[in-house]
Every structure is written in structure tokens, then in C-alpha cells.
């Protein structure tokens, strides 16, 4: 029987899965969860959480944190990204952030092959022509129509060693793919078998990749990471899918790429200003895109809500989470 003291556990929306916190109150926010800071406020204002479980869109500044109260002990993002949080403003009070790694991995390393796939492929011109009256009416399509690209024995480069990037080289070995990575160190798990990657620079690596994979957090270093100048570096016969964050791509100057010609094509998840993909990309059938769906498979989902749940548990047992991150970037 919940009391005034029992410990409440925040969930900004519904998520797949059951929440399992034993001896909280776990309240869930509304459906579509919470369109302004202002709304988001007034929820952890009226539950004063021990334990706030938000969302990669959720802004978690001091502003929310003065108004969920001291007795917050821990943030939980439903999500590997944490841009949305500021994680001095939490150390300062010493609340705990923690995220879902390793959770979403497979998922969104599955979206990201299927999105080189299909922007490769052009799928989406393809999927509307098999669907429309001009197909039947046409008759079989001549031999120079719908060409693509192809993805085996080509170069693939991975922007971010992380866990996501990594799943993408590993899946690209099955199509013979070469390997390069950018990152700030050295990754030996991505030189060593089986990917056998080469680590290059930015530049070198847009110069020479057939594909381009960003998996690398938004931070105010690589926001625009992938500008015009950068685009211009690649070939007119490549392809960039981004699953990671929006703003690392100039969405902009990506659509314009793909409408000159430049770029042969792209593969989208995620963009600049969401939900609103910009027009030029929308407009553009070379540009496959999908609605920031890259951990949406329900297995995974289940399973960052048993990662977050677990970090809750943690949180309100005074014990250290599985997820914790470092206090401040
Ligand atoms: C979303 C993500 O959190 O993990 C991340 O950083 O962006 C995604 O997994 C998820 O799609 C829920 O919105």
C-alpha cells in the first residue's frame, strides 16, 4: 500500500514493457508524452520523484531539477544519447544520470544497415513505383531504370567507435565490406579480426568510403560534423545514413548534396529540428528516412525498460547503478 513516504519513480511516457521497481509508486506520464518544459515541470513538480525516468527529448536542466526537489536521487534516459540532460547542474546536487547502452545496440545497427540498404537501392522510389498504376500500364521497367549502388567489397567508414558503430562493421563484414573509423583514440577492437579497420581522419575517410555511417553523441564538437565543405569531400556515387543524432548532419546542406547529384544518397533516422524532417529532404525520394526508430524492435525496447527499471532499483536502494554515467562530461 502506497504511503506519503513511499519513493515515487517518474516515467515521462509509456514505454514497451513493464516497469519493475519494487516498493516505488511508479507514475507514467501521458501517451504522447510531454511537448514543453513547462508541462514536464509541473509533472515532477506534483510527484517530487526519487527517481525520474525521461526520455532523449526531455530537457533535464536546473530549472526541472529545482522543481522535482531535493529528494531526487537519480535521471534515467530511456535512451543511449544524453544530450537532453545537463549533467554538472545533476552532479551538483548529486543526483545520478544514467542511460540504456548496449540495450539499443542491435537495433539501431540493424536500422542503419537497412537504411545503407535501401538508400543504395532506392528504395523508396522503387517501393512507390511497384506500388502505382504507372507500372502496370508501363510494362517491365527498361534496363537502365532504377540502377543503384552496391555494397559488397565496398568501403565502409564508421564516424564514432562506439558499440552502434561497431554492430554496423560487424553486419557490413557479411557484404565483404573494407572497414575505416574515425574516432578521438584509437579503437583496437575495430583494427583487430574480425573487422580489420583502418583508423583515418575525417577527411581522408569521406574521401575515400562508399558509405558513411555517423554514430557519434551530439556535443558542441560535432554539431554540423557533416557540413557542406564535408559533403563535398565524397563521392558522387556515396551514400550517408545517420542514426545518431540530427544536428551532427547540416540536414540542409545533405539535401542539397542529394539534389545536385553530389551524393548519390542518404538514409535518415533522425534530424535537425524533430519531428520535422526539413522540406528539401522530404521532397527528395533519394533520401530514405524513418522517424528516429532505431531501437523500436519490441525486444529491445523490453529490454531498455528492464535496463532503466534495474537502474531505479539501484537508485532507491542507495546502490550503485549499472549504467551510471561519470558525473559531468
Ligand atoms: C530513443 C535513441 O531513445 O538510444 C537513443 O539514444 O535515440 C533511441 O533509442 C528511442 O527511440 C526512444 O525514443
Known amino acids: 500500500m502506497p504511503t506519503d513516504t513511499t519513493p515515487a519513480v517518474l516515467v515521462t511516457r509509456i514505454t514497451p514493457g513493464a516497469m519493475d521497481v519494487p516498493g516505488a509508486r511508479v507514475v507514467i506520464g501521458p501517451e504522447q508524452g510531454f511537448d514543453?518544459?513547462?508541462?514536464?515541470?509541473?509533472?515532477v513538480a506534483e510527484h517530487k520523484p526519487a527517481a525520474l525516468v525521461t526520455m532523449y527529448y526531455d530537457r533535464v536542466d536546473a530549472a526541472l531539477l529545482d522543481?522535482?526537489?531535493?529528494q531526487?536521487?537519480?535521471v534515467v534516459n530511456f535512451a543511449v544519447g544524453h544530450e537532453n540532460i545537463d549533467r554538472a547542474e545533476c552532479a551538483k546536487r548529486g543526483v545520478a544520470v544514467c542511460t540504456t547502452p548496449d540495450a539499443v545496440t542491435e537495433g539501431t545497427a540493424d536500422l542503419a544497415f537497412m537504411l545503407m540498404l535501401a538508400a543504395a537501392r532506392r528504395l523508396p522510389a522503387a517501393d512507390r513505383y511497384a506500388r502505382s498504376d504507372e507500372y502496370p500500364a508501363r510494362g517491365r521497367l527498361g534496363m537502365h531504370e532504377f540502377l543503384g549502388v552496391h555494397l559488397t567489397g565496398q568501403t565502409l567508414l564508421i564516424v564514432g567507435a562506439g558499440r552502434i558503430g561497431y554492430g554496423v562493421a560487424a553486419r557490413a563484414l557479411g557484404w565483404g565490406m573494407r572497414i575505416l573509423y574515425v574516432a578521438r583514440s584509437r579503437h583496437l577492437e575495430f583494427e583487430f579480426a574480425p573487422l580489420g579497420g583502418r583508423r583515418v581522419g575525417l577527411d581522408e575517410g569521406l574521401r575515400e568510403a562508399d558509405f558513411v555511417s555517423v554514430h557519434t553523441p551530439l556535443t558542441p564538437e560535432t554539431r554540423h560534423l557533416i557540413n557542406a565543405e564535408r559533403l563535398r569531400l565524397m563521392k558522387p556515387t556515396a551514400v550517408l545514413v545517420n542514426t545518431a543524432r540530427g544536428p551532427v548532419v547540416d540536414e540542409a546542406a545533405l539535401a542539397e548534396a542529394v539534389a545536385s547529384?553530389?551524393?548519390f544518397g542518404?538514409?535518415?533516422?533522425?534530424?535537425?529540428?524533430?519531428p520535422r524532417p526539413i522540406e528539401a529532404a522530404r521532397g527528395n525520394l533519394n533520401i530514405v528516412m524513418t522517424p528516429h526508430i532505431g531501437s523500436a524492435s519490441r525486444v529491445h525496447r523490453e529490454l531498455m525498460t528492464a535496463m532503466v527499471s534495474a537502474n531505479c532499483r539501484a537508485i532507491l536502494a542507495g546502490a550503485v547503478p549499472p549504467s551510471l554515467l561519470a558525473p559531468s562530461r
Open 36 to 43: 514543453s518544459p513547462e508541462a514536464l515541470r509541473a509533472f
Open 67 to 70: 522543481a522535482a526537489g531535493a
Open 72 to 74: 531526487l536521487r537519480g
Open 261 to 263: 547529384g553530389r551524393l
Open 266 to 274: 542518404a538514409g535518415l533516422d533522425v534530424y535537425e529540428f524533430e
